[in-house]
């Protein structure tokens, strides 16, 4: 059984930065893309990044660009999304998310990380 566990949520004030951690089990993820998305109170989820299997292709949302990296370690099963520069409007919770390489949507999701950000 796939198990995604998400860390490194907290409270941060605007300008500031914060690291996120997803740990991946329960399978061989060779092959999946990995993906944060985000889901702020009152909001629907919304895409934040993904990242492919070998890292060389990553896609961001427009209001994170510049911000936010994606990252992965094949070795240890774990996807990274470094947050730099926080605004109040990052304010959500952060969900971790795979899918196979050849899926349309993603289909595994952890239990997501609060991040709030302070003005």
């Known amino acids: 059984q796939v198990q995604l566990v998400e860390s490194g949520g907290g409270l941060v004030q605007a300008g500031g930065s914060l690291r996120l951690s997803c740990a991946a089990s329960?399978?061989?993820?060779?092959?999946?893309?990995m993906g944060w998305f985000r889901q702020a109170p009152g909001k629907e989820r919304e895409f934040v990044a993904r990242i492919t299997w070998t890292g060389g292709s990553t896609d961001y949302a427009d209001s994170v660009k510049g911000r936010f990296t994606i990252s992965r370690d094949n070795a240890k099963n774990t996807v990274l999304l470094e947050m730099i520069d926080l605004k109040p409007d990052d304010t959500a919770v952060y969900y971790c998310?795979?899918?196979?390489?050849?899926?349309?949507?993603?289909?595994?999701w952890g239990q997501g990380t609060q991040v709030t950000v302070s003005s």
């Open positions: 329960g399978r061989t993820f060779t092959g999946y893309v």
């Open positions: 998310a795979a899918r196979q390489f050849f899926a349309a949507e993603f289909n595994y």
